[in-house]
């Protein structure tokens, strides 16, 4: 497998990295400290084509693959992890599941806003009762017709209160189990929907986490996605791909501790020479380097797989366990190589190994991926 970046791979790679660097760093640290959005740069992004990159041209998207998807996410990732879930949920998760399995109809009203970045989206799995089981959906939509009535309650949703468009999974036939889920595209504004409280995390605190509420709200069927019962399956497929999207999201926040582990060893000085010069501290960078790269090829690879029109499952899980693991030990390396500096907000690193800590959690555990893998192993 060839991972030699074309032209056009290493351009968007560089168009990430100098929005990185100039439109999200600068007030990185303030974001992250007052939990604010960062909607101007959400809202540049979208110009700047980064919000719908995999959509094909006719819905407003950039019809790139995915590597050049990753690429991006890598770069954005090094310097701000809340810009770059923004940016994994709109992309992976809303704007690939709706022109994957959205109707014609619903990819013309909801996918080319979304894909330009006129509006952003959340995907709506999680409950209180509903984490790693997926299966066990109370939020209910009552078919009545030519209309469902969706009645529960949604947690953890990223882009929660920042969202327009909803994709929201809910039990119409709790005897069916997980065959009766059904996915429904639910607008902001409609009565009897609410945003609850934000969530105070311990990382990637500029994105905002909310739980949403609907109470008797009226979702017309046409904004069902794929068959009566076809919302579980939306679920899963829709995450195999959003998998590759936190993977890369995991490589960029060790990446980034690791550039400014590099850097600070060469500036700090004790014993009469830079720390880099001490081999305690050469013997961390060269584990946290050998360790990014073994990440980015897996996470490389995920992507060819998936562009190769293969089936991707298993290297997406891969790719995500092992760069979230790699994610959370750089960073906590990274730390003790800033020493006390480390532990302040100044260094950027402190930050970063929280935000790396999610990485293990959301879009599948590392425990689930495991399972994944080991079904994908024994089939």
């Known amino acids: 497998m060839d991972f030699t970046l074309s032209e056009e791979h290493i351009s968007v790679q560089q168009a990430a990295r100098d929005f990185a660097q100039n439109d999200l760093f600068p007030g990185v640290i303030e974001r992250d400290i007052e939990t604010r959005f960062p909607a101007a740069q959400v809202k540049k992004m979208g110009e700047l084509g980064f919000m719908g990159m995999m959509v094909s041209p ?13 690429l991006a996410m890598e770069e954005i990732a090094k ?14 998760l809303v704007c690939w599941g709706l022109e994957k399995y959205g109707t014609e109809a619903q990819k013309t ?12 989206g959340a995907f709506c799995l999680s409950e209180p009762e509903a984490g790693s089981d997926a299966t066990s959906q109370k939020t209910t939509a009552e078919d009545q017709g030519d209309t ?28 069916l189990k997980h065959k009766g889920i059904n996915c429904l595209i639910v607008e902001k504004g409609w009565e009897g929907f609410s945003v609850g409280k934000k969530e105070d995390k311990m990382g990637i605190r500029a994105s905002d986490t909310h739980s949403l509420m609907f109470s008797d709200v009226k979702v017309p069927k046409e904004n069902r996605i794929g068959e009566d019962g076809f919302g579980f399956k939306f ?32 500036e700090r000085k004790a014993f009469g020479k830079s720390i880099s010069e001490h081999q305690a ?9 050998t ?27 891969m790719a995500k366990l092992y760069a979230s693991e790699v994610a959370m030990w750089v960073t906590t390396e990274a730390v003790q190589i800033h020493g006390g500096y480390g532990y302040v907000r100044e ?5 970063m190994m929280r935000d790396a800590k999610i990485t293990q959690i959301y879009e599948g555990t590392s425990e689930i991926q495991k399972m994944v893998i080991a079904r994908e192993i024994l089939k």
Do not use: C
């Open 109 to 120: 009203k909801y996918l080319t806003p979304l894909a330009s970045g006129e509006v952003i």
């Open 235 to 266: 679920a899963m497929g829709t995450l195999n791909g959003g998998r590759i999207g936190i993977a890369a999201q995991a490589l960029g926040i060790a990446a980034g501790a690791y550039e400014l582990s590099v850097k600070y060893s060469k």
């Open 281 to 289: 501290i050469q013997f961390k960078l060269a584990d946290m380097r």
């Open 347 to 351: 260094y950027h690193v402190e930050r």
């Open 148 to 175: 469902y009535l969706l009645n529960g309650t949604k947690n953890w949703i990223t882009n929660g209160n920042s969202s327009s468009i909803y994709l929201v999974m809910a039990q119409t036939h709790p005897e």
């Open 79 to 92: 310097v701000d992890a809340s810009a770059a879930v923004v940016m994994s949920v709109n992309n992976s």
């Open 291 to 317: 360790r990014i790269e073994a990440a980015r090829l897996l996470v490389y690879k995920a992507a060819r797989v998936k562009d190769m029109g293969h089936d991707y499952v298993e290297a997406a899980a």
């Open 58 to 70: 006719e819905y407003g998207g950039g019809g790139m693959d995915t590597l050049s998807y990753v």
